[in-house]
């Protein structure tokens, strides 16, 4: 009886969590790019995800958006936000769909460093396409908790780092202009 006491104690404690990541903070960098941009205008519509995606971190739980977002619904709120702050987003002007191709995350390389690995495939409504990918590196930690703690935190900058990826491709403008 002990024993069945102590191993319910044991997964009681060891219950997992969900890791949150912050809301997404549009990039200055991203935001002035954008801005140079002058014909681009429109709105990313919607992103589904086509790539097998595991959001467990480790034993910790999983890593979902803050809000109650998706990770396609988080990566098309931060397009959007982005064209928003750089005076872009028009729901009159082009819009874009796609497909997340790749989304991967590891909490563990090198010991202690991570990184967030995202592709897309991107079609406009004037018959553009565009495939970008992104591999964002960062420093995680050693154990469960930092790490997966830091890979959650490292999701919006690596959303950044996509986005900053996608609008510095050549065919972005042609993609975004009517």
């Not at 709105?43 to 995606?53: D, K, P, Y």
Request: with cysteine; aromatic share 8%; proline share 4%.
């Amino acid at each position: 009886m002990k024993k069945l006491l102590v191993v319910a104690a044991a997964l009681a404690l060891s219950a997992c969590s969900t890791m949150q990541p912050p809301r997404y903070a549009v990039s200055v960098d991203n935001i002035q790019k954008l801005k140079q941009l002058e014909m681009v205008e429109g709105e990313f519509v919607s992103l589904n995800q086509t790539a097998g995606f595991s959001a467990n971190c480790r034993l910790m739980g999983p890593i979902e958006p803050a809000d109650g977002l998706s990770i396609p619904e988080f990566i098309t709120k931060a397009f959007n936000d982005e064209l928003k702050m750089a005076e872009r987003f028009s729901s009159d002007g082009v819009d874009i769909t796609g497909e997340i191709t790749k989304i991967e995350f590891s909490s563990i390389t090198g010991l202690t460093n991570g990184y967030w690995d995202i592709g897309l495939s991107l079609k406009s409504s004037n018959g553009k396409s565009l495939d970008v990918s992104n591999k964002y590196v960062f420093k995680s930690g050693f154990d469960a908790i930092t790490a997966c703690n830091a890979t959650a935190d490292a999701l919006s900058p690596a959303v950044q780092d996509l986005i900053k990826a996608t609008i510095h491709k050549p065919e972005f403008a042609a993609l975004m202009t009517q």
